[in-house]
């Protein structure tokens, strides 16, 4: 059984009623179908307006479809008395730290949560401490959060998440206000939380390299999903994920632009290594500089 699974979602904004206007519905979301497995890294990409954000609320319930329905490990978010199940399975990262640091000290602010859940002193402890462990900012344990880089603050912001114990972990561009190293610091921890603990990721970005790095990319426009696949097959797409105002990992366009020229390329190059070591390949085939 699939963790999160979407079935034929819509989801409608209803726009205020006008002067001499009746009340008129958005569509942001349009038959939305996705199962998403447990220990699976997906990166859901799309221009702004696309849904992609809209639809990872649905995950948790902070959102509830206009139509169709969603499921979390087989609870409805549509069942009020799932959703407190649910919010706990499904934990939530927002783009901006600020926004979900609460306390004045690191630890108490990871410890937010799992005192709202009600549980025991001596746990909240341990979970505190191996979820500060896990993003490697236990160091910092006894820090304002206000002190630190943004970077710093949204693996705290992730430890507060992880301290609950969530299955699952979704993350609306948490690095979209962060600098390359702060960055660096937030891919890595997500990685370690897929690839070490098995946990379920679903990764919101607008940067395509970090949509590498995920065992499979679903492409949203217009509340619909438009494609999906390893990052090979989707990347290798590169006209049409450009026709929906999407770029590709630089490595990618590159081998595209050559291929186009008629230089003999392979497709499904994402790494500047796999670039470099593919010119190579073929700069020795050409002979060329004999």
């Known amino acids: 059984m699939a963790i999160i699974s979407a079935v034929n979602v819509s989801f409608y ?3 205020e009623e006008t002067e001499g206007q009746a009340t008129a519905s958005h569509a942001v979301l349009d038959g939305i179908s996705l199962d998403i497995e447990q220990g699976e890294f997906v990166a859901l990409l799309g221009h702004n307006g696309s ?7 649905h995950f948790n319930a902070m959102l509830l479809p206009s139509g ?6 087989g609870k409805d978010t549509a069942d009020e008395k799932e959703r407190y199940v649910i919010r706990r399975m499904v934990g939530m990262v927002l783009q901006n730290p600020d926004n979900q640091l609460v306390s ?14 009600g549980v025991e002193p001596s746990e909240i402890r341990r979970r505190v401490d191996e979820a500060l462990r896990t993003v490697d900012m236990l160091d910092y344990r006894e820090h304002a959060p206000h002190k630190l880089s943004g970077g710093q603050k949204q693996r705290v912001a992730i430890a507060g998440i992880l301290a609950m ?38 990764l919101i970005t607008h940067y395509m ?5 995920a065992d499979r990319v679903v492409v949203m426009d217009d509340g619909r999903i438009l494609m999906q696949g390893k990052p090979r097959e989707v990347f290798s797409r590169v006209d049409e994920l450009r026709s929906v105002g999407l770029d590709v990992p630089q490595p ?15 497709q499904g190059i ?3 290594e796999e670039c470099a070591e593919a010119l190579s390949l073929f700069l020795e085939d050409a002979h060329v500089g004999d």
Do not use: W
Request: charge should be negative; proline fraction near 7%.
């Open 13 to 15: 904004y209803e726009t």
């Open 51 to 57: 849904g992609k954000s809209t639809l990872a609320k």
């Open 68 to 73: 169709g329905s969603v499921f979390i490990r």
């Open 104 to 117: 004045t000290i690191v630890e108490e602010d990871v410890a937010f949560g799992p005192e709202n859940l």
């Open 165 to 202: 114990q969530p299955d699952c972990i979704v993350l609306d561009e948490p690095t979209a206000m962060l600098d390359p190293q702060g960055r660096t610091e937030v891919l890595e921890t997500i990685s370690r939380l897929n690839k070490e603990r098995g946990m379920t990721v679903v």
């Open 209 to 213: 390299e970090e949509a590498v790095i």
């Open 252 to 266: 990618a366009e590159l081998c595209h632009a050559l291929r186009k020229q008629g230089i003999p390329l392979p």
């Open 270 to 272: 994402l790494t500047a």
